[in-house]
């Protein structure tokens, strides 16, 4: 207690703050182990005896914190925790032990607050203003004019708060979509359950690119290094081991070598642990407790941070414009009358805030939240879970998509179609994941009496050195768990009379050196009952022979494995691969009683033959690439298969076109004797980059970028993470390893190609709709301040009064704009060239069409406001709230605002072109506010309010023509557009043109 007082004093008096984890690990002694750490001091200054007594209390603090298990004995632990390494928990104790222990979760960030929201809706700059009119208008005895204000300050702050909700609730939603798992060992068999239901003393089994669910003490490494960075701040992988740490002194989290902690990754190699810490109480977990979230952390992606200064930027603007017409007001009341009376000053002040609120599109920001948050539920629910917002920007201006071959433009599920052993072809039929299915030679189904001894080698390597897993589930249906190529090895022993569990009843598991990316083999070491020791290998075919000595020739005899016989089994393999299957070679050595090291395990092998697995192409996958192809959008394949196979299955999907094929595969061996910016500089890119290694794939999005490419980049395993990392769109599949989704933007749940198509043309919709609704707010609300600027310079009497500029705002500006976030995607979508992700939402065209529509507006209003006052006789004094002038300028600038809607649905197409009233939520939106425009008419206590004068038939027809004449002025305005579009296609030669408003 004496200790955790000092220790929390010091807190207090430094106050610290720290912001990530690195400057927290380096804080350590402050953090991490600090009471530990007294304690010694402590224990130093005393006797013996004295320190024995604390190394007593230093073993009770380290119970609690979990500390102690790396200096324990496995077994101590195991007994400790009631579980075994074998078996596991039963599903009864697990049950039991979520419940005392709780989920295995990190504290989760609390709900967005409702209060928070609404201080922070209610301290923005614009609503501050209309508070102080209302406030002013008030002390004048307005009450009417100031309660309206009142009511729009309300409205107002509820519109924002209501968006900000549904934002955060829809992300909210979509991190619960992708939900981390862990393969635990529950009775004797592994299972795949969520990263919440692991607990203590349940065995995790790991490999290559998992992420570890909880804290825990390995019990079997083997080649097993794990990458710590995200604890430690340390980037390269550590070495594991489970033997004990025995030491006096606190060993430094780094340095446990036979601890995995929670949110770390395994970078290579397998192994098995037991849980002895989950949740907040892992070390990650007092991370999170102790530092939190940081405030003031911004998630706001680019767009909206340029609309946020854009808003800044329209405030001034609006602010300073306002301000000229105030000034003129008051000089022309005062050339007028010689002196401005208080009343007069109130009004025109009133009247010049009411048209700065009115213009400024305050929601801006809130809007495009909401906008990309229900964009990525639409996504999410086509299987694309977007983890990072920016990632919806770019996917609109993606221009070459690097794309896995397995798993993403094939099913990913790997059949094993043919065995080569001694020059004799052997097929299997039935499925490729299951053991149903039999091994043929020709139409004679082979049993083991029927098999040479080389074939029965063969098939012993291929199911030995495997670690995937059959098993039964409580259906009774087989079920398999393991890399498809791993289980597609292994149904082969099954189906040739070899399975595994019975190969395991005569052999020893001694040691294995696991596959990786870089080695492109395995080998595992066994022995048999006579204590024998066997070497059972397999990898890619140009790797194994350069290890093998040795063959089995077409007669079943050992022989040197000369030039000639290296040879015959290359153009075997390349045979195979031309066929578009994936080719794996195996091989074995005998080593007698004598054992083996690892290091010597991999040498002199005796060749034994070729297995040719197949990954059929995904269904829909041709026709998506065609698609790519038609937005400007180029497919590239990336894979560490042979050459053949991948040019095989390339032209198989028409990413390389028939007859063509000069140029478009690289090899990984070219790629790395080029630079990145040789490979940048090629004048032609090839589409298929073979025999890949992860600093090869990492080269190759380098290069692509170097280009000008916008790169989206797929993949599933550890050696894809690189280069994911540094795409600009990375994309990770479902079946990715953790280490690959958390470098990941986009998880596609069902590893689809297809989906990445329907990804982009998500983004694109997402990208356009913003686009609509920004230049509807923008020529709408400037079409108001237009009106007022050339009525005052006039010296006509004032067009709107404040509570009709307000009430314009509400019912013309919220509904269209946010129907209009979820437009559907326009006709053609990926018909169009990439958007490139430097042009901004203002190009000259697009000011060019805000300016002229805001213009339109305002000048048909203007007129027959003019046509009104002095055609029509509806002249009143100057001042007066009721004038039916007044009333018909205002109803009419409205009305096309509202029409104005249908026609921003495309900047330059006709809006007779498309389905007009295909948006519903448009529809209800403009006619809603219509409703409510009419309403303010004829209501008597609400045109009350407005100041606004009951409207009669030959007014409406009036309102009709100026309609029409808007109409008819944007359609030839879009129709200029098409033609200059077309020009300019013409000039540039571009077939895929970008929309008209980024050419320039």
Known sequence: EEFKAKHTSTHTRKNIRLSNLQDWMNHNEETIGLLEEDQLHERQKNSRKSES?????????????????????????????????????????????????????????????????????????????????????????????????????????????????????????????????????????????????????????????????????????????????????ESAPVDKDPKPIHSDEVIPIADRHNMGYMSTNVARGRGKGVVVRIGKKTQVGRITLDIGKKDGESNQTLLQQRLQYLGKVLVFLSIFLCAIIVGVSFLRRYLDYGSISGESVRSIITVGVSLAVSVIPEGLVAVVTVTMAFGVKRMAKRNSIVRKLPAVETLGSVTTICADKTGTLTEGIMKAEEILVEGKKYTFTGAGQTPDGKLMYGDKEMTPADMSDALKLALTATTLCNNAVLQKDENGEWESHGDPTEVAMLMTGYKGGHPKDELLQHSTFLFEIPFDSIRKMMSVGFKDRNGDTTIWAKGATAVLIDKCTHAIDNAGQKIELSQSVKTEIERHDRDMASRGLRVLGVAFKQMGQHGCTQEDAEKELVFLGLVGLYDPPREGVQAMIHRCNEAGINVVMITGDNHLTAKAIAIELGIIKPGKEKGTVMKGDEVDKMKTKDIALLERMPSVFARMSPHNKLKIVKALRKRGEVVAMTGDGVNDAPAISHADVAIAMGSATDLTKDCASIILVNNNFSSIVAAVEEGRRIYDNIQKFILYLLSCNSSEIYVMMMATFLGWPVPFTPVMILWANLIADVPPALALGIDPPEDGILNRGPRDPKTAIFTRATTAVVLFQGFMMSGITLGIYAIAIYVEGYRLPRGDETSRARGLAFVTLV???????????????????????????????VFGSMLLLIGACYVPWVKDILGQHELNWLDWLQILACLAIYVIAVEIQKWVLRVYARRRRHQLGDTHSHAFFEDV
């Not at 925790?81 to 222990?101: H, I, M, S």
């Not at 007779?912 to 209800?924: C, D, Y």
């Open 53 to 233: 007594r604390s190394r007593g209390r230093q073993r009770t603090e380290n119970e609690k914190d979990g500390t102690r298990y790396y200096s324990e004995e496995i077994e101590t632990i195991l007994r400790e925790l009631n579980t075994n390494v074998d078996t596991g928990l039963t599903e009864q104790e697990a049950k039991e032990r979520r419940k005392k222990y709780g989920p295995n979760e990190l504290p989760k960030p609390p709900p967005p607050s409702l209060l928070k929201m609404f201080i922070k809706q209610l301290m923005d700059f614009m609503v501050l203003i209309l508070l102080a009119a209302a406030i002013a208008s008030f002390s004048l005895g307005d009450y009417i004019e100031g309660g309206v204000l009142i009511a729009v300050v309300a409205t107002n702050i509820t519109i924002g708060l209501v968006e900000e909700w549904k934002a955060e609730r829809a992300l909210l939603e979509l991190k619960e979509l992708s939900v981390p798992s862990a393969t635990v060992i529950r009775e004797s068999e592994r299972s795949v359950i969520p990263s919440a239901q692991v607990t203590v003393g349940d065995i995790i089994y790991m490999e290559e690119g998992v992420q570890i669910p909880a804290d825990i003490r390995f019990t079997e490494c083997i080649n097993l290094q794990t990458v710590e960075a995200a604890l430690t701040g």
């Open 895 to 925: 009305m096309i605002q509202l029409i104005h809607a249908y026609l921003s649905r495309n900047i330059k197409e006709s809006a007779f072109n498309r389905k007009i009233f295909a948006n519903w939520w448009l529809n209800f939106g």
